[in-house]
Every structure is written in structure tokens, then in C-alpha cells.
């Protein structure tokens, strides 16, 4: 009877407790992320040529829409946060609720999903940031980080951001899994104890 009063919404109420946790720190990091990467954007003027003693000048923007893989990243993080927020809500308002089998196997699923996407998004920007920090010799790509240092700083920031975000994500996923195991062991002593009476 003592182990019913603590079994809540497919965990015990410590497990609870520790997922929402989680789920709180998982959005704000992967929000922090995609806010970050969205307004990343510098401007500066270069010498880009010059004609005797006449400096010819250029003004650049760099943006994050420049890049497919920033784009990527800031829709993934958007979408991991709206994930992580929506979790939240119904774990907050549906705390009642018995979560059986099939919810529970699919907030796990989406749960996994997530962190592979956030994963992803944080990998490909990994690539495009290094690139952009050391450029390319072989296929002749310049360096950009040496002259637009905020960008690039911003940037990092926020690949460090969805990082741990994808950590975060992972501990969730982890502790899905744990009460959809923990559920799933409920269920069978309680129909073995129906079927023994």
C-alpha cells in the first residue's frame, strides 16, 4: 500500500520531480541555443583591394541564415524547445494521470528523437563553426572568425548552449526509459497479483 501512495504518472514522485528538472534545464539550454544563434549577426567594413594609395572597401554581413547548417541548427533547437515545453505542461497539468504503455513508450520515443535532433543540429554547426575558425586550405577556403570575432564568439556560444542541451536531453531520455521500465515491472506484478487472487 506504501509503494502505491508514492507511484506517480509512470515513476515514483522523485523520478517526477527529477524529469521535470531536467526537462526545465533541457528547454532553457536548447532555447538559449536557438535565441542566441538567431541573432547572431555582425557587420563590418574590410579593405578588401587597394588601387594605389586608395583603400577599396566593402561592407559584410555576416548572418546566421548565411549558413544551411545554423538554419538547421536554430529550427532543431526550436523544435527540441517546444518538445521540452509542451512535456512540461502536460507533465505539470496531467500529473494524475496514469501514464500506461503506450504513453509512455511514446514520450520516450519522442524523448530520443529530440536528443538525436538536437545532437545533430549542434554536430553540423560543430563542422560549419570549425570551418569557419580554420578555414580550409585545400579547398581554398578563407578563415572568417579572424575578422568577424563576435559572430564567431556568438556562435560558440551557443553550440555550447545546445550542447548541453543534448546532455540534458540524453539524462531525459535515460529517465523516460527508466520509468517506462519501472511502469512496465508495476504492471506485471500487478496482473500477476490479480491472476494469483
Known amino acids: 500500500m506504501a509503494r502505491e501512495k508514492i ?23 536548447t532555447l538559449a541555443a536557438a535565441i542566441v544563434m538567431s541573432l547572431n549577426k555582425e557587420t563590418k567594413t574590410l579593405v578588401v583591394a587597394t588601387i594605389g594609395t586608395v583603400p577599396i572597401k566593402a561592407t559584410l554581413t555576416a548572418k546566421f541564415q548565411h549558413t544551411p547548417a ?22 505539470i497539468f496531467s ?43 585545400h579547398a ?6 579572424d575578422r568577424f570575432t563576435t559572430y564567431c564568439d556568438h556562435g ?14 540524453l539524462l531525459v531520455s535515460a529517465v523516460s526509459i527508466s520509468r517506462l521500465l519501472i511502469n512496465s515491472k508495476n504492471f506485471s506484478t500487478t496482473a500477476t497479483t490479480t491472476s494469483v487472487v
Do not use: P
Open 156 to 169: 560558440a556560444g551557443a553550440i555550447i548552449a545546445a550542447f548541453a542541451g543534448v546532455i540534458l536531453m
Open 70 to 91: 545554423f538554419v538547421f541548427f536554430v529550427i532543431a533547437n526550436v523544435m527540441v524547445s517546444f518538445h521540452n515545453l509542451l512535456m512540461i505542461v502536460v507533465q
Open 95 to 137: 500529473r494524475k494521470l496514469e501514464y500506461k504503455g503506450l504513453r509512455l513508450l511514446s514520450i520516450a520515443i519522442l524523448d530520443m528523437l529530440n536528443a538525436t535532433l538536437v545532437s545533430a543540429a549542434a554536430n553540423a554547426a560543430v563542422f560549419v563553426a570549425e570551418l569557419g575558425k580554420n578555414g580550409n586550405k
Open 7 to 29: 507511484v506517480v504518472a509512470g515513476g515514483t514522485t522523485k523520478s517526477w520531480k527529477l524529469l521535470l528538472g531536467l526537462r526545465i534545464f533541457a528547454f532553457m539550454a
Open 140 to 145: 581554398k577556403w578563407n578563415k572568417v572568425c
